[in-house]
């Protein structure tokens, strides 16, 4: 300590176990007192005090941002302020090179997407429902087409490049509407710090799955490992429970109509049975009288008011057994889908078959953007590359919006956009400075 009843921002940052730059952070935002002596600020002993017990939990100091986290903070060299990451680089401008269209909308444009989506915030931000990204992985590997074009780089690794997508995440977050989400696709050697990352920014309450996505056939290889065949979509909410979802089911295929619905009636179709009657004894309501002659067995209560077992018997969907025990029919045909569960299996085509190198498939982000968007949503995809995410979003009639830097995915997705027949109005960003 330097001086006597005053911390620096180092000893602050040691005590709350957090970075410099975010003790800067509460200090630019006022909620840390700090005193300017010569060229660096300290913090009184009383002031550093108070602030503890206005940011901490059950007793123990712990600051606001570590609740987010639940308490853990990915610390890693050069972490910039959140304010500055905010407030710091310039802006461009944004320039029409081609329009297709007369809406605000549909657009991609070419540009690094870190001062694209600074701009993009002066006239969407609050605006976007739905976020799908698929950044570089940090491979470290070079990614180019069939005829061998050099389509992007994924060069930064380690921290560098959870810090390049940190400040897009933040910004991102502004972007997103109340209702919105983010999917951010990553694979499993970086994925679970990047879900440290997003705990930061969007908050561990807001996150909601983390996805494995089958990705490949299985691998047969001679490592001693098990076959990695998929990667990791982590799913969060700018506000849980408060996300468009439109609760997309999965639709019965014909392997599981077999096993579930064996018999075929001769006006419905495939059917099952199922019990008519519930645990749980009625004193005295309809549901545990007696129907058609019998009660419900012991114990147990009827599913359905005794009026509407009635009709369910005239429309001739109750089923009666030899020894007269009555079975509602389920029909295949009403079969409502399946709910989707948090493993996906959804394979990319070899490169033979794409137009771009990592081109996701288009049934993958058809229920992405069918259960987390509506159709007067905007879907932003920040890492577009061959720009599937905005045809699938067309497709549902969704507007949307693209970016990527690479020359070669400009060229993809004008070309491929044109064979489509979808108008896009064509942007480049450029720096003023
Ligand atoms: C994995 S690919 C995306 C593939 C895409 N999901 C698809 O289905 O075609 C990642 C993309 O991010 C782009 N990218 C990387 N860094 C970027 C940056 N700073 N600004 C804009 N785009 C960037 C690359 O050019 C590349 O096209």
Same mark, same amino acid.
């Given at each position: ?12 940052? +040691? ?5 410099? +730059? ?31 017990? /206005? ?44 329009? +297709?269209?007369?809406?605000?909308? @549909? ?19 609050? $605006? ?5 990204? *698929? ?5 470290? $590997?070079?990614?180019?087409?069939? /005829? ?36 951010? =696709? ?19 309450? #807001? ?13 047969? &290889? ?5 076959? @990695? ?9 700018? #506000? ?27 006006? &419905? ?14 004193? *005295? ?5 007696? %129907? ?8 147990? =209560? %009827? ?16 089923? %009666? ?16 889908? &399946? ?43 920040? &890492? ?15 507007? %949307? ?17 044109? +064979?489509?027949?979808?108008?896009? @109005? ?8």
């Amino acid at each position: 300590m330097s001086h006597a009843g005053f911390l620096t921002v180092d000893e602050v940052a +040691q005590n709350l176990k957090v970075t410099r +730059q975010t003790v800067s952070k509460y200090i630019k935002s006022k909620e840390l007192n700090a005193i300017k002596m010569n060229k660096s600020y300290r913090i009184a002993h009383n002031d550093f005090e108070n602030f503890l017990t /206005n940011n901490s939990i059950a007793g123990e100091p712990q600051i606001a941002y570590l609740k987010n986290s639940k308490n853990c903070l990915l610390d890693y060299p050069d972490k910039m302020d959140e304010f500055e990451i905010r407030y710091s680089y310039s802006k461009g401008a944004i320039k029409l090179v081609d329009k +297709q269209h007369d809406l605000n909308d @549909n657009k991609f444009i070419f540009g690094d997407n870190l001062l694209v989506l600074k701009n993009l915030l002066d006239t969407h931000s609050g $605006r976007i429902d739905l976020i799908y990204i *698929d950044p570089p992985f940090a491979t470290g $590997r070079e990614f180019s087409s069939m /005829n061998e074009d050099s389509a992007y780089s994924d060069k930064l690794i380690d921290s560098e490049f959870l810090e390049f997508i940190r400040k897009r995440l933040i910004l991102l977050k502004d972007l997103l509407s109340e209702k919105g989400s983010i999917y951010l =696709h990553i694979d499993k050697k970086i994925g679970h710090y990047v879900k440290i990352i997003m705990d930061e920014i969007f908050g561990y309450n #807001n996150f909601i799955n983390d996805i494995t996505r089958i990705k490949c056939n299985p691998k047969n &290889f001679s490592r001693n490992a098990y076959g @990695n065949y998929s990667d990791m979509v982590l799913f969060y909410a700018k #506000n849980r429970d408060k996300n468009i979802w439109n609760e997309i089911t999965e639709p019965m295929d014909k392997e599981k109509r077999e096993t579930l619905f064996t018999k075929k009636h001769p006006k &419905f179709g495939y059917y099952t049975t199922n019990p008519i009657h519930a645990p749980g004894k009625t004193i *005295d309501g309809d549901t545990g009288k007696e %129907w058609k002659g019998s009660l419900p067995p012991k114990g147990r =209560h %009827w599913r359905y008011s005794r009026e509407v077992l009635t009709q369910l018997d005239e429309a001739g969907l109750i089923e %009666w057994s030899n020894t007269g025990n009555p079975r509602k029919i389920v029909l295949a045909s009403e079969h409502k889908g &399946f709910k989707v569960q948090d493993v996906w299996e959804f394979k990319d085509k070899g490169l033979s078959y794409v137009d771009y190198p990592t081109q996701k498939n288009f049934d993958f982000l058809e229920r992405i953007i069918r259960n987390s968007s509506n159709t007067d949503s905007i879907v932003l995809d920040c &890492f577009a590359g061959s720009g599937s995410t905005l045809k699938v979003a067309e497709k549902l009639n969704r507007k %949307w919006i693209g970016v990527d830097n690479s020359t070669h995915s400009y060229n993809v997705v004008k070309e491929t956009l044109k +064979q489509s027949k979808i108008k896009c @109005n064509f942007y480049e960003y450029t720096s003023l400075t």
